[in-house]
């Protein structure tokens, strides 16, 4: 898994990552979503380098110039609910792509720490040889990202993997470094260190879901 930490370099990224982090901030939940979407949109620039381009022909009035232009083959997976304003920042910029989604929460089966991964929902094309983009805003123990891939790879074998986060805890990347194929792409815009006894990250942000669309019962 080649990762790419994009928060490491000084940029505007760093602006919205800290208004997300902000307790305060965090009380406008249109702003908390339009900067999780923001962030999406910075991290798909970034994401294009890395994709494969052909030569189109374009008309102009006055002419025609080859340009440049990303292969047509990109899939895009969000995880409900927390994954959806980043969804929507991928899908700006790739706003051809194909979409999926899918569900995926934490059940405490004895109502204490330990938890597994349960997915409820799944709509998706064919990722048959194609690029998938699988979009999750926090990669805590990423546990979560590897049940999703299990799951939606049931509909086929993409070409090469994109995982997009916005933050993630060291541990959380050292576990899914080798659940997933050799030629997957991590691109992320902050890593923390720890984890807490119930695998949130710390300092992290706290619940995106809620924050982005209110507490849940």
Sequence with gaps: MKIHYIGKNNSILNKFIAEIRDQ???KDALRFRRNIERI???LSYEISK??????KVVKTPLGEKVVKTPVKDIVLCSI???GLPLHQGLLNYFDDAENAFIS???HHPNNDSDFEIVVEYLASPEINNKTLLLADPMLATGQSLVT???AIKKTGTPKEIHIVAVIGAKSGITYIKDKFPANTHLWIAAIDNDLNEKGYI???LGDAGDLAFGTKL
Excluded: S
């Design 24 to 26: 305060n901030i965090q």
């Design 40 to 42: 999406g949109e910075i």
């Design 50 to 55: 890395e994709l494969n381009f052909f030569d």
């Design 80 to 82: 409900l609910r927390a």
């Design 104 to 106: 995926a929460f934490r």
């Design 148 to 150: 999703v891939y299990e």
């Design 202 to 204: 710390v300092p992290g």
